[in-house]
């Protein structure tokens, strides 16, 4: 108690007393509070051990006889329970953890060390054993995982949080161990428990990602903070070996694990370091090779497809597809769509998440994009296509190509759905020339050559530059690279799909032929043709996927609003509308926007109409977009010189114009009727239409005579459509005034060109339909005679070959003849005195009349051949049109004079021939009767033209024109050659030839003299020889 009176905190009591009975009394506390401590202790350590068991399912009590409160099965950790057994140890806690899970994961076969902690069996007890005695060390470590979140949530565990902290650093660090040495492990792969693993929980996670996924994110987590990046290598290297074995050896498009193995590489998405190891790994071994990018794993992935890569390979797909219904096709050919669509999102997803992982990553995606495209343009030059053997060994496989179009498409999604974006697209990207991969990820610039591609029109060196950027964003990137893209995939898979359809016809038409003939080849033949026809529905499958089709249409109509803007300025923010007549001056952007991205669009319409019309629904009144890129640059060389695209743009017109209804269903395409009537520049159609049917012919570089009907083939479908309507009606009206104005001017105006061109081809087409006829009707009646029989077979087989090669060339003659003539037919209903002008009328008078002359004279036993709807031969109809034409411009005395003035084709006997042709094909009365008439006004005329020809008929030569021989009415001069000719001839030839006919010289018609003493010559002339037959 001395001692208390030294404490000086006595002094705070009242006296001693009261503070030696605080001492006494604070003793006992003391002594209360060290056994509550205890207690608590003993709780918690009781209480951890029991998470510990739940979360482990493991112990150390090897005495548990029957506990309600443990795990109903538990592994007995032996030799940690043995050597704390001097301790009296059987619980668990955080000293030993480690030591205890190292201890469980090294057993050889835990199931052996199993215990029940109940006395009585359930039915449960199967799956309790299982889970406790999990022999997988990473599936064992991922299920503790599991429990400890699990245990975590209870609220009456948050006291030990820390621990289960702990728990889960432990499992981690176990995990990493396994992965990372997994020669701990006896018997066990735990890299490929990985694989398993993680397929499983991806599986399993339909809507909310996997909560076990974490447990994968934080060894990633632990091996990055380690800087354990070669470890890292190591462990996840044999995952992408995994995968790249699955999808090179394994996998098909059919296939049932390629969502999981996707799935699996996803896991290369969460970690930017995994990021980074998953695009090292696939980089080609030759960057410059195309076919190398198919060989890594990311090609694999876009190689699956329905296409064989090789024709002569095997094609699971349409196996003998002329035995199957057309239902059965269908079914097949949805569930391909299916299959591509699934591997299409899911490569787009991958590839997407990848790029949001960081800038570098972005640039690491892109760049292998771009160089992958680069090396394969090699894909969309006309040389490919010739040598296929040597295309499938030097670049990617059509298959990849067009799920690498999917993938970039869906990247375009935000171009396509707000036209916001469009504005962000800098043209002056294709201008760049990178250096290096430093210097493509500085200014974003990832696509390569665009600077060497043939841009819309040449540049100009004397004009200002399109300025590069400092940087182009993503939105641009995406734009161009895509249109590369499409043109080395979509485009020429469409291409070879086109040449495929073609040969396809010709081996049925072959088939059709052996069948009928009896011939021994037929069981040959049609498997030839079951196989061009396997190849055929496959590529159509690939091709018609509906969603890429719809994402492609949305970009098409995205890139003909951008096309559209930037014609008019290269600031296209400004842009509120297009306009006509469009500005003088040309964009500064036009001269750097490569052909192919205008060869896209029209290559895609052309696709939609051939193959799926019934898509131009879907696009709705969006469809104006296109027809508002047709009328911008399909009449404007200044814009795009290229005239096989502009003729490309009126294809593109033509498969615009809506079918015909349907009278069963009473369906209509009012989506594309539309177009035609209300769109903003309707009244502009016909004139742009017209200038790219003349520009075909007129621009000085060689166009094949066949190409060019090609071209010309649509125009005329889109000008009889055009002229039922009235506004485009009266336009052409309008523009034929016009031409019949300005007759005479330097530059022909472009109606008095057209109707020139529409005579040209008239004349040209329908003589070599003729000819073609005559040589079929010749080779039949040498193959009925026998004499081919008495032939080798080599030669056999080349009369044959010949035979449908004149076949094939008849029918497009005379297809293309007839859309010709009844242009011409239905135009001078309503447009006559043009056709009657001096410069006109006699090449049209006798066009009709040689025509006329080879169908119902006696030249017509010449082409009569064995079938005449094979060679698509119809001459009563174009009997009827021609005689149509007649009575069209017979009011004219100009036509009529020249009609009867045709020294080469007419004859007195012609027009009887051709009423009794009218007669026999039942023509309508009234048609007859009017021809007749026609004829009479014809004989009178030709007895009076006779009279005045013997009248001239000793005409000093130096009065006739030196090309026709005719007595000139207005001589002039030619500059260059000196030579004189009537004007009118000269007029007819400068239509066709702007140059001298002598010297080809340049020429036109205001460059001429009259020659005015000559012509007072002539005409005193005639006077003199009428007044001496008068007399």
């Known amino acids: 108690m001395d001692d208390l009176a030294a404490n000086p905190f006595a002094q705070l009591f009242p006296d001693m007393n009261e503070a030696r009975q605080f001492v006494m009394t604070s003793a006992s506390q003391k002594q209360e509070a060290l056994e509550r401590a205890e207690a ?108 400890s979140l699990i245990v975590k949530k209870e609220t009456q565990n948050d006291e030990f949080a820390a621990e289960l902290t702990k728990c889960q650093e432990v499992m981690v660090l176990n995990a990493r161990t396994s992965l990372q040495q997994p020669e701990l492990y006896q018997g066990q792969d735990p890299r490929q428990q990985f694989i398993q693993l993680y397929q499983e929980e991806m599986g399993g996670a339909l809507e909310e990602e996997s909560k076990n ?111 199957k219904q057309k239902r059965e096709l269908d079914i097949m050919e949805s569930n391909i769509h299916q299959m591509l669509e699934n591997l299409g999102t899911k490569l787009h997803k991958f590839l997407d998440t990848l790029i949001r992982i960081s800038p570098h990553l972005r640039h690491l995606v892109l760049s292998w994009i771009g160089k992958c495209i680069h090396a394969n343009l090699g894909r969309s030059k006309i040389w490919s296509s010739q040598m296929p053997q040597l295309f499938s060994q030097m670049f990617a496989s059509d298959g990849f190509c067009l799920n690498l179009c999917f993938v970039m498409l869906q990247f375009c999604f935000p171009i396509t759905t707000k036209e916001a974006k469009l504005v962000m697209i800098q043209p002056s990207y294709t201008t760049v020339i990178t250096t290096d991969d430093d210097h493509f990820q500085q200014i974003g610039v990832h696509s390569k050559g665009l600077n060497k591609e043939t841009c819309l029109i040449p540049l100009d060196e004397n004009k200002p530059k399109l300025e590069a950027e400092d940087h182009y964003n993503f939105i641009t990137e995406c734009f161009f690279l895509t249109h590369q893209c499409l043109n080395v995939g979509f485009r020429t898979v469409h291409g070879r799909f086109l040449k495929l359809n073609q040969s396809l016809h010709r081996i049925q038409r072959l088939y059709e032929e052996v069948r009928q003939q009896g011939d021994s080849a037929v069981r040959e033949v049609k498997s030839e043709m079951d196989k061009a026809m396997s190849i055929y529905l496959c590529i159509k499958a690939a091709l018609s996927e509906p969603h890429m089709l719809e994402k492609a249409l949305n970009f098409h109509l995205a890139t003909s609003i951008w096309l559209s803007k930037v014609s008019i300025s290269d600031d296209i923010k400004t842009v509120k509308e297009i306009t006509f007549p469009l500005p003088e001056e040309v964009p500064l952007a036009i001269p750097h926007i490569p052909e192919f991205v205008m060869g896209n669009v029209t290559d895609f319409t052309m696709f939609m109409h051939r193959f799926k019309d019934n898509l131009f629904q879907v696009a709705k009144e969006r469809l104006d977009n296109f027809m508002t890129l047709i009328l911008v640059y399909m009449g404007s060389p200044e814009r795009m010189k290229n005239p096989h695209l502009r003729a490309e743009l009126a294809e593109t017109l033509a498969a615009l114009i809506p079918p015909k209804a349907d009278t069963n269903s009473g369906q209509y395409d009012f989506i594309r009727h539309r177009l035609f009537y209300y769109h903003p520049h309707v009244k502009h159609i016909a004139e742009k239409l017209l200038h790219v049917f003349v520009s075909i012919e007129m621009t000085g570089q060689s166009v094949e005579f066949e190409q060019k009907f090609n071209y010309r083939r649509p125009m005329y479908a889109t000008i009889e459509h055009i002229w039922e ?237 030196p090309i026709m021989g005719t007595l000139m009415t207005e001589p002039v001069l030619l500059p260059s050659s000196k030579n004189v000719m009537d004007k009118n001839v000269l007029a007819r030839h400068l239509l066709s030839d702007q140059s001298d006919p002598f010297n080809r010289s340049p020429l036109s018609l205001d460059m001429v003299t009259p020659a005015t003493e000559l012509k007072e010559q002539i005409q005193q002339w005639m006077a003199e020889r009428r007044q001496e037959k008068y007399k």
């Open 40 to 147: 608590e202790k003993v709780r918690k350590c009781i209480q951890l051990s029991s998470l510990l068991e739940k979360v482990f399912l493991f112990t150390l009590d090897e005495e548990i006889t029957d506990d309600s409160e443990r795990p109903p099965k538990l592994v007995i950790i032996r030799e940690l329970s043995q050597s704390l057994q001097e301790g009296n140890q059987t619980w668990l806690d955080m000293k030993y953890i480690e030591q205890a899970v190292f201890e469980r994961l090294l057993l050889f076969n835990p199931m052996d060390d199993v215990i029940s902690t109940r006395r009585k069996s359930s039915s449960d007890d199967a799956r309790a054993k299982r889970l406790a005695g999990e022999g997988e060390v990473l599936r064992y470590l991922m299920q503790c995982f599991e429990r």
């Open 213 to 323: 996924i974490k447990f994968f994110d934080l060894i990633v987590k632990d091996m990055v903070a380690n800087e354990d990046m070669d470890v890292l290598g190591s462990v996840f290297k044999p995952v992408l070996d995994f995968a790249n074995k699955k999808f090179t050896e394994d996998f098909t498009l059919s296939s049932g694990g390629i969502t999981r193995c996707i799935d699996l590489l996803g896991f290369f998405t969460r970690h930017e370091a995994l990021a980074k190891l998953f695009m090292k790994y696939i980089q080609p071994k030759d960057w410059s090779s195309g076919k190398a990018y198919e060989r890594t794993l990311l090609g694999a992935m876009l190689s699956l497809n329905c296409i064989p890569v090789t024709e002569s390979g095997t094609n699971p797909w349409f196996d003998q597809p002329s035995n």
């Open 725 to 961: 309507i009235e506004t485009h009606r009266d336009t052409i009206k309008a523009m034929s005034e016009y031409a019949e104005e300005h007759i005479e001017d330097t530059d022909p105006p472009l109606f008095l060109r057209f109707i020139n061109l529409l005579i040209n081809d008239a004349i040209f087409l329908l003589d070599e339909a003729l000819s073609f006829m005559s040589q079929i009707k010749d080779k039949q009646q040498q193959k009925d005679r026998g004499e081919w029989q008495d032939f080798p077979p080599q030669r056999r087989q080349e009369e044959e070959n010949t035979l449908r090669q004149l076949t094939m060339m008849a029918r497009y003659h005379n297809q293309m003849g007839n859309h010709t003539i009844h242009s011409l037919e239905m135009i001078t209903k309503e447009i006559t005195s043009i056709f009657c002008h001096a410069s006109i009328v006699s090449r049209i008078a006798g066009m009709l009349n040689y025509f006329l002359l080879h169908l119902v004279g006696p030249k017509q036993r010449n082409f009569k051949v064995k079938d005449k709807d094979e060679v698509d031969f119809k001459p009563d109809q174009t009997v009827l049109d021609i005689v149509r034409i007649y009575m069209n411009l017979g009011d004219s005395d100009c036509f009529c004079l020249a009609v009867s003035g045709d020294g080469r084709s007419y004859s007195a006997e012609l027009f009887p021939k051709a009423i009794s042709v009218l007669q026999r094909i039942s023509a309508s009365p009234a048609i007859i009767s009017d021809f007749e008439i026609f004829q009479d006004k014809i004989t009178k005329m030709r007895v009076q033209q006779e009279e005045e020809e013997e009248m001239y008929d000793d005409a000093p030569d130096e009065y006739l024109d």
